[in-house]
Every structure is written in structure tokens, then in C-alpha cells.
């Protein structure tokens, strides 16, 4: 079972920049993609950015791109959020995931493995 294990986040104030990091267990593990999700208090998870594992190909919600970057280590098998520009609206529990297989990115059940959930709060 591949375990992702999340570290970063924390407070921050509005402006500034965190830079989150997720790793998965197992050095065999080739996910066909990697994403992050955030849930924010009260609010149902929603869709952060997806990583295309073998291209590098990029995908962003509206609400987060220009300002989040995700980017992978294919050889330590890890995937990075960098987050700048942070705003209050940013705060939420960061999620990252992995998709085994093709399909859509964005979508919750494309994901199969998920990590433990980290806290980024974002201050005015």
C-alpha cells in the first residue's frame, strides 16, 4: 500500500510564500499523475493542481494559478506545492494525491492515494 507523507505549510502572512512537499513510500511507485487538493473550514475539498507524472505537464485552478507552482522529483518520487502570493482565502487543510492510472485530473475519485493533510493558514 503506498503511503504519501506530507510535510510543510504552517502560518503565514498574506503576501508570502510556503512551499509544501509530499512524498510517496515506495520507490517503484510511478503514479500516472500527483495533485493537490485543499479544504478549506465548512467547505467541501477542492481541486489545487495536478502534475503529470512522466511529461511534467501542469494543471491549476483558476483561483491559484500564477501564484502555486507544482513541480516533481521523479527520482526521490516526490511532488512540491510552492505557494506565493498568499492570500487569506488560501487558508485550508492541503491535500496532497496520486492517480495511478489515465484519466481526467481535478476529480476526487481519480485519486487513490492520499496524504495525511496539512494546515496552511494564511493571516491578514
Known amino acids: 500500500q503506498v503511503q504519501l507523507v506530507q510535510s510543510g505549510g504552517g502560518l503565514v502572512q498574506a503576501g508570502g510564500s510556503l512551499r509544501l512537499s509530499c512524498a510517496a513510500s515506495?520507490?517503484?511507485?510511478?503514479?500516472?499523475?500527483m495533485g493537490w487538493f485543499r479544504q478549506a473550514p465548512g467547505k467541501g475539498r477542492e481541486f489545487v493542481a495536478d502534475i503529470r507524472w512522466s511529461s511534467g505537464s501542469a494543471y491549476y485552478a483558476g483561483s491559484v494559478l500564477g501564484r502555486f507552482t507544482i513541480s516533481r522529483d521523479n527520482a526521490k518520487n516526490m511532488v512540491y506545492l510552492q505557494m506565493n502570493s498568499l492570500k487569506s482565502e488560501d487558508t485550508a487543510v492541503y491535500y496532497c494525491?496520486?492517480?495511478?492510472?489515465?484519466?481526467?485530473?481535478?476529480?476526487?475519485?481519480?485519486?487513490?492515494?492520499w496524504g495525511q493533510g496539512t494546515q496552511v493558514t494564511v493571516s491578514t
Open positions: 515506495e520507490d517503484t511507485f510511478t503514479p500516472y499523475g
Open positions: 494525491a496520486a492517480r495511478p492510472r489515465y484519466g481526467p485530473s481535478g476529480f476526487e475519485d481519480e485519486y487513490e492515494y
